[in-house]
C-alpha cells in the first residue's frame, strides 16, 4: 500500500545571465525537496525572453508537473530575494494531493464573449461549486483586465481572486504568460483551485489612514462635492493642517484616499478600506476628483502613502496572518505579486517585501515577481490595483 502524499513545497530564486544556468540552479534545488509537484509556478526575467519557448519546455520535461504557470516580469521574488534589473528566474513547486487544477488561457475576444454567468462557466468550463480560487496571470496590453474580474465575480460569486499583470519590455509593451509547454503573448491565464486546498490571502495596499473616517453627502461619477455636509475640499484641508508637521508634510505629498467596503463595521482600520487615487480638486466648487465611484453615504478616510506606511501595513497585515496560522493551518507556501513602483525605487534597499514574509512566517517557499498592477479582494470584492502587495498562502 503506497503512503499517503503529503502538502509539501519548495522553492528557489538564481539570477544569471545565462538561463540555461539558472534554470539548472532552480531545478536542482526543488526536485530534490518536491517529487512529482502537482503545480509549478515560474516567474522569469524579461531579459530572457527569446530563449522562453525552449526554457519552459525543459522545466516542463523536468518537473513533469500537473500544471505549469507563470510568466515574464520585470523583476522576480525568490525566498528573502527580490532582483531587479538582472536577469533572473525564480520556480516554486507545490504537492497538493487531491487538489482540482484547472487552467485556462483567456483570449480578448473570448472575454468578450461572456454576456453571461452561464457563458463564463461554460467558457472556462470549471462548475462553480468545484473552485476555492482564481489565479491569475495576465498580459496588460491586450487583455481588459477589470472586465476579466467582472465577469469572473459575476459567475463565481465570492470566490477570491488572486494573482498580477505580467510585467517585461515596456517600451515595446510586450509580456509573457507560461501554461504547460507554451508561451503565449496575449490574454490572461486563468487557474481553478479547489478540492482541499486552503489559499488565505492578504492585500497590502501600503497606505496609513490619518484624520478621521467621514461620510460622503454628495457624490456624482469620480467627483465627490461634498463630506459630512461640508465643501469636500475643505474636510481634506483640515484633515491636513491638523497632523503633526512631520505628518503634515508626508500627507501633502503622498495622499490617498480610501473607500470603506463594509459600512456595517463599527471601527476601521487597515484593510477595511480600498484605496485609490487622489486625481484633483476644484477650489471654487470645493469638490474633489477621485479615481473610483464613490457613493453618498459610504464611508471615507484620507490615507497617506509611502515607505513607512507601506512598510507599517505590510508588517502588521503579516503578523495578522501569523496569528491565523496559529488556528487556521501553517502556511506551506507563498506567492507574492508585488508593484513595479515598490522594490528598491519606494524602499531604498531591495528584498523588501520578500524579507517581510520571512520575518514574520519564516523562510517558507516564496516566489513572486514586480507587476504592472496587483489582483486580491478587499472586502468581499476583488479588485485591480496599483502600489500593493497581494500574497496567497498555501497551507496545510
Not at 516567474?43 to 519546455?57: H, I
Not at 496590453?141 to 477570491?160: H, I, K, M, Q, R
Request: proline share 6%; aromatic share 6%; net charge negative.
Amino acid at each position: 500500500m503506497s503512503e499517503a502524499k503529503a502538502v509539501g513545497a519548495a522553492s528557489a530564486i538564481v539570477r544569471h545571465p545565462d538561463w540555461r544556468a539558472a534554470l539548472a540552479g532552480v531545478l536542482q534545488h526543488v526536485t530534490e525537496r518536491v517529487a512529482s509537484p502537482d503545480l509549478a509556478v515560474l516567474f522569469a526575467s524579461a531579459a530572457y525572453e527569446q530563449e522562453f519557448p525552449e526554457l519552459l519546455q525543459r522545466t516542463q520535461q523536468a518537473l513533469q508537473s500537473r500544471v505549469l504557470i507563470g510568466c515574464s516580469g520585470q523583476g522576480v521574488i525568490g525566498p528573502s530575494t527580490e532582483v531587479e534589473g538582472e536577469p533572473a528566474l525564480t520556480l516554486l513547486t507545490l504537492s497538493l494531493p487531491d487538489a482540482m487544477l484547472e487552467p485556462r488561457h483567456v483570449s480578448q475576444a473570448e472575454l468578450q464573449q461572456c454576456d453571461s454567468a452561464d457563458a463564463t462557466r461554460e467558457l472556462l468550463g470549471v462548475p462553480l461549486d468545484d473552485v476555492s480560487t482564481w489565479i491569475l496571470l495576465a498580459d496588460p496590453f491586450t487583455l481588459d483586465a477589470e472586465g476579466l474580474l467582472a465577469v469572473l465575480s459575476v459567475a463565481y460569486p465570492g470566490v477570491p481572486l488572486l494573482g498580477g499583470m505580467a510585467s517585461g519590455d515596456q517600451e515595446n509593451r510586450r509580456t509573457h504568460l507560461f501554461l504547460d509547454g507554451q508561451v503565449h503573448t496575449d490574454g490572461a491565464l486563468a487557474l481553478a483551485v479547489g478540492g482541499p486546498v486552503k489559499i488565505r490571502s492578504i492585500v497590502s495596499q501600503g497606505c496609513n489612514p490619518i484624520g478621521r473616517p467621514w461620510t460622503i453627502t454628495g457624490a456624482q461619477n469620480q467627483i465627490i462635492s461634498s463630506i459630512a455636509g461640508r465643501p469636500a475640499l475643505e474636510v481634506l484641508t483640515e484633515t491636513i493642517e491638523q497632523l503633526p508637521a512631520e505628518e503634515r508634510q508626508r500627507a501633502q505629498q503622498n495622499l490617498l484616499i480610501g473607500l470603506a467596503m463594509d459600512e456595517y463595521r463599527e471601527d476601521f482600520g487597515r484593510g477595511d478600506f480600498l484605496i485609490r487615487n487622489l486625481l484633483g480638486a476644484d477650489r471654487e466648487s470645493g469638490a474633489i476628483a477621485v479615481s473610483a465611484l464613490p457613493r453618498e453615504g459610504q464611508t471615507l478616510q484620507f490615507q497617506v502613502r509611502d515607505a513607512q506606511a507601506a512598510d507599517e501595513d505590510l508588517r502588521l497585515l503579516l503578523n495578522q496572518e501569523k496569528m491565523a496560522a496559529l488556528s487556521g493551518g501553517e502556511p506551506v507556501a507563498a506567492l507574492l505579486w508585488s508593484c513595479n513602483g515598490r522594490g528598491q525605487g519606494l524602499f531604498g534597499s531591495p528584498d523588501h517585501d520578500a524579507k517581510a514574509i520571512a520575518d514574520a512566517l519564516g523562510p517558507i517557499p516564496l516566489a513572486g515577481f514586480f507587476c504592472n498592477g496587483e489582483i486580491g479582494p478587499v472586502g468581499s470584492e476583488n479588485y485591480l490595483h496599483g502600489f500593493t502587495a497581494s500574497i496567497a498562502f498555501f497551507s496545510k
